[in-house]
C-alpha cells in the first residue's frame, strides 16, 4: 500500500508545454521531498518543503506543500527535453516513503 | 551537498551465493541509514532502517534472515543478501541521514543493480 499517491503515473509531452504532477496522502507529513531518477541511478534531490502552504521555486520547477501538509505539487513551465526523469515524492515523520512515481517524457 | 557512495554498483552471482552491498556516508555521520529496493518501472519500496549501534527495523514482508543489515560505524552500513535466488535481483538503495528524527534530510546512494542467475 502507497502512503503516498502520485498522479499521474505516466505523462508524454512536447517541449514548451506546462505540466504539474500531484502527490495525496491520508497522512500528516512533518516534511515532504521531490526527487528525480534517472535510469539506473539513485534518486536526486530536488526540494524539500516544510511548512504547510509553502511554496518554493528552483528555476522552471514549482513546488507547493499543502496546507495541511499532507500533499504537494510539483509544476514544470515551459519543459525541456532535459526535464524527462521519473519524479518522485517522498515523505515520512521517522522514514522516507515514496510514492508510486510520474515518469515524464518531453518530446523535442 | 552530502554524499553517499555504494559498492559495488552492479554486481552478478549465482543463485544460491551471498552478496554484500557497503553504503558509506563520505561527508558526514549517518546516524540512520535506509535500504530500499527497486524493480524495473516501479517506484522505491523501503526494506529496513538501521540506527547506528542497533538492530534494523524491517518493513512487513522482508525477511531479516535473507536480508542482512550491519550498521556499525557512523559512515557504513552494508547489506548482504544471503542464498540470493534470482528474484532477489533488483536496484537496491541506500539512503543515509545525519539524525534519528524525521525532518532531516536524506541522501541517496548511486545504487547497486543485483543480478542473480
Redesign the interface.
Given at each position: 500500500t502507497?502512503l503516498l499517491e502520485q498522479s499521474p503515473q505516466f505523462l508524454s509531452i512536447q517541449e514548451g508545454e506546462n505540466l504539474t504532477v500531484y502527490c495525496n496522502s491520508s497522512s500528516v507529513f512533518?516534511?515532504l521531498?521531490w526527487?528525480r531518477q534517472e535510469p539506473?541511478?539513485?534518486?536526486?534531490?530536488l526540494v524539500?518543503v516544510?511548512t504547510g502552504g509553502e511554496v518554493k521555486k528552483l528555476k522552471r520547477l514549482t513546488f507547493q506543500f499543502g496546507d495541511a501538509r499532507k500533499d504537494s505539487s510539483l509544476h514544470i513551465t515551459a519543459a525541456q527535453p532535459g526535464d524527462t526523469g521519473l519524479y518522485?515524492c517522498?515523505g515520512?515523520?521517522?522514514?522516507?516513503?515514496?510514492?508510486?512515481?510520474t515518469?515524464l517524457t518531453v518530446k523535442p | 551537498g552530502a554524499v553517499v557512495s555504494q559498492h559495488p554498483s552492479r554486481v552478478i552471482c549465482k543463485s544460491g551465493t551471498s552478496v554484500k552491498i557497503e553504503c558509506r556516508s563520505l561527508d558526514f555521520q549517518a546516524t540512520t541509514m535506509f535500504w530500499y529496493r527497486q524493480f524495473p518501472k516501479q517506484s522505491l519500496m523501503l526494506m529496513a532502517t538501521s540506527n547506528e549501534g542497533s538492530k534494523a527495523t524491517y518493513e512487513q514482508g522482508v525477511e531479516k534472515d535473507k536480508f542482512l543489515i550491519n550498521h556499525a560505524s557512523l559512515t557504513l552500513s552494508t547489506l548482504t543478501v544471503t542464498s540470493a535466488h534470482p528474484e532477489d535481483s533488483s536496484f537496491y538503495i541506500c539512503s543515509a541521514r545525519s539524525g534519528r528524527e524525521g525532518g532531516e534530510t536524506q541522501y541517496f546512494g548511486p545504487g547497486t543493480r543485483l543480478l542473480v542467475l
Amino acid at each position: 500500500t502507497q502512503l503516498l499517491e502520485q498522479s499521474p503515473q505516466f505523462l508524454s509531452i512536447q517541449e514548451g508545454e506546462n505540466l504539474t504532477v500531484y502527490c495525496n496522502s491520508s497522512s500528516v507529513f512533518s516534511s515532504l521531498q521531490w526527487y528525480r531518477q534517472e535510469p539506473g541511478e539513485g534518486p536526486v534531490l530536488l526540494v524539500t518543503v516544510v511548512t504547510g502552504g509553502e511554496v518554493k521555486k528552483l528555476k522552471r520547477l514549482t513546488f507547493q506543500f499543502g496546507d495541511a501538509r499532507k500533499d504537494s505539487s510539483l509544476h514544470i513551465t515551459a519543459a525541456q527535453p532535459g526535464d524527462t526523469g521519473l519524479y518522485l515524492c517522498a515523505g515520512g515523520n521517522n522514514d522516507m516513503r515514496f510514492g508510486a512515481g510520474t515518469r515524464l517524457t518531453v518530446k523535442p | 551537498g552530502a554524499v553517499v557512495s555504494q559498492h559495488p554498483s552492479r554486481v552478478i552471482c549465482k543463485s544460491g551465493t551471498s552478496v554484500k552491498i557497503e553504503c558509506r556516508s563520505l561527508d558526514f555521520q549517518a546516524t540512520t541509514m535506509f535500504w530500499y529496493r527497486q524493480f524495473p518501472k516501479q517506484s522505491l519500496m523501503l526494506m529496513a532502517t538501521s540506527n547506528e549501534g542497533s538492530k534494523a527495523t524491517y518493513e512487513q514482508g522482508v525477511e531479516k534472515d535473507k536480508f542482512l543489515i550491519n550498521h556499525a560505524s557512523l559512515t557504513l552500513s552494508t547489506l548482504t543478501v544471503t542464498s540470493a535466488h534470482p528474484e532477489d535481483s533488483s536496484f537496491y538503495i541506500c539512503s543515509a541521514r545525519s539524525g534519528r528524527e524525521g525532518g532531516e534530510t536524506q541522501y541517496f546512494g548511486p545504487g547497486t543493480r543485483l543480478l542473480v542467475l
